[in-house]
């Protein structure tokens, strides 16, 4: 018996899922080509590798399962905080014949997407074919995901393949399937969009981050002529400038995002200047990308407020990320150079703080000042909105209960976690709440920073007839309410709905009666 109490007792053993994306820096090592060997001789193609990035706290382990004709079920394992496992089906290995082993069906999806005016998400004008991977672990990309360890590595196209917490597989951009057909794609410019696990057949801890987008532009290059931020060769001329000015390289204070488009580096030197609201997210970044990837090679660093450069970003080809996590809130420059002699026609500038701003929130129901709900009976009507506009967009939400308006002391009511950010109320069952005072708020998220909002009316979980909140009708309850009753004392808060027993909404003798009955029902132990 006891030994069962103390199982109980226990946390649950947690999921320790895994978080798949695409990495962006792979797929900016596009170029166009006639070289294909799946295509007839002299189809225009846009070729790329891919690296597929492990970010969450659990491996992804894939299995060999039962085999159907000429495929084999795969599943997933799925490890606990516990130790424990759990295996669960998540699609099919097939023998990939050009390749010599099996490999998981389906893992990445390509397409090639217009560029909307202001540099929205177009339709799609073309599409690879869904690749199928081996999946195995080629780069330890970033030691400092939570989770990362260097114990057995998933290192064949075995029947157990996978990735550890932040270790990457990469397919170079000359394996069969890593490209678009262009044969229908007029010249321009596009979002190359890659996406790992298009038909979220593995489970994960996040699926909203499985696709990457970086910007390519398909064919002849134009001559570079001096964009509009000219000059801002130097921090002075930078400095100079008006902080949010009409084509101005001092971008001022930041909160959310700035884009800015239709650059070009036809000198040395490019300065740009902005001020941080907050100290930096793993999801904050400052990122200088050229449609035309391969020429004229760009590269990037970080300065802070005394000129002291902090960070360089120098790739081979031109998508230059610089990460502003655990960067203090402040002034910071960013220096955009060409290496090498030629010019670039165009880049773009992204500096994105949205992942320490935090999300627009405001719980606005339960309303007024005290909400009465009945437990295990009735449910708590919560409402949330989202009301300002330029924050970042909620990704999901949870709701959460205490006993005091304090977050800290809030727990997440279970079943309500994680919820969709699109829907924008709830009903929350009372089942889970003791009775008394409570307290509810829901928290947002981006992905990366929180908020959170209480609504506005304290609840109050009861029982009918149970004016002291212990669960229990007792004698000394149904003599108090007789006596109020039959003397026309005012009832305390509450009582107007606790003790109304029949629902009439009066307080009469008929609910005094069914006091009494709970009462001696209670007293007689059959309660």
């Known amino acids: 018996m006891l030994s069962a109490l103390l199982a109980l007792c226990m946390p649950l ?65 799925v490890y606990k905080s516990d130790g424990t496992w759990v295996d669960r089906e998540c699609g099919w290995f097939v023998y990939h014949l050009g390749h010599g082993h099996i490999h998981f069906e389906d893992w990445t999806m390509f397409r090639l997407r217009k560029i909307l005016p202001g540099g929205g998400v177009g339709a799609v004008v073309a599409s690879g074919a869904k690749t199928s991977f081996c999946v195995l672990e080629i780069i330890d990309w970033d030691q400092t995901v939570g989770g990362h360890y260097t114990g057995t590595s998933y290192a064949s196209c075995g029947q157990i393949q996978g990735l550890r917490p932040g270790w990457a597989d990469v397919y170079g951009s000359t394996l069969e399937g890593q490209f678009i057909n262009l044969t229908d794609v007029p010249d321009g410019q596009y979002y190359l969009e890659g996406i ?34 000219e000059p801002n060769n ?36 490019d300065w740009f200047k902005f001020k941080m609201p907050n100290d930096g997210s793993a999801a904050d970044y400052v990122r200088a990308q050229s449609p035309w990837l391969r020429q004229g090679n760009l590269t990037m660093e970080l300065y802070n407020a005394n000129g002291v450069k902090l960070n360089t970003s120098a790739n081979n080809y031109n998508f230059e990320q610089i990460s502003l996590s655990g960067k203090p809130a402040g002034t910071y420059y960013v220096r955009v150079t060409r290496l090498g002699s030629a010019d670039n026609p165009e880049y773009w500038l992204t500096v994105d703080l949205t992942g ?29 909105d989202y009301p300002a506009t330029g924050a970042p967009a909620a990704k ?35 089942v889970q709440f003791g009775l008394g005072d409570w307290h509810v708020f829901v928290r ?63 307080l009469t003798q008929s609910d005094a009666n069914i006091i009494w009955m709970l009462a001696r029902e209670h007293k007689g132990g059959k309660h």
């Open 13 to 77: 053993a947690e999921d320790r899922l895994p978080d798949v994306s695409v990495l962006p820096q792979y797929l900016a090592q596009a170029y166009v080509t006639t070289n294909n060997s799946e295509l007839p001789p002299g189809t225009r193609a846009l070729r790329f590798p891919t690296a597929t990035l492990n970010m969450g706290p659990g491996n992804l382990e894939l299995r060999g399962g039962e085999i159907v004709g000429d495929k084999q079920r795969v599943l997933q394992r």
């Open 196 to 229: 790992v696990d298009p038909g979220n057949l593995v489970q994960e801890s996040k699926e909203s981050n499985n696709a990457s987008l970086i910007v390519v532009s398909i064919g002849s290059t134009p001559i570079a002529q001096p964009d509009a931020y």
């Open 234 to 269: 130097t921090r002075a001329e930078v400095d100079a400038k008006p902080e949010r000015g009409h084509d101005s390289a001092n971008f001022g204070l930041v909160k959310g995002r700035v884009d800015v488009r239709k650059l070009s580096m036809t000198d040395n030197d």
């Open 356 to 384: 320490s701003i935090p999300v627009s929130l405001a719980t606005n129901e339960p309303k007024g000042d005290v909400f009465y709900v009945r437990q295990a009976y009735e449910t708590i009507p919560v409402k949330w």
């Open 396 to 430: 999901s939400v949870s709701i959460y209960k205490s006993r005091t308006v304090d977050v800290d002391q809030g727990e997440v009511v279970d079943g309500y976690e994680d919820m969709p950010a699109r829907g924008r109320s709830a009903n929350v069952i009372t």
């Open 444 to 506: 947002a998220t981006d992905g990366g920073a929180t908020t959170d909002s209480f609504a506005p009316a304290r609840i109050v979980v009861y029982r009918k007839g149970d004016t002291d909140f212990d669960g229990q009708v007792t004698e000394r309850e149904a003599a108090t309410f007789q006596a109020r009753l039959a003397s026309g004392t005012n009832f305390p808060e509450g009582w107007a709905t606790i003790c109304d027993m029949n629902e009439d909404g009066k």
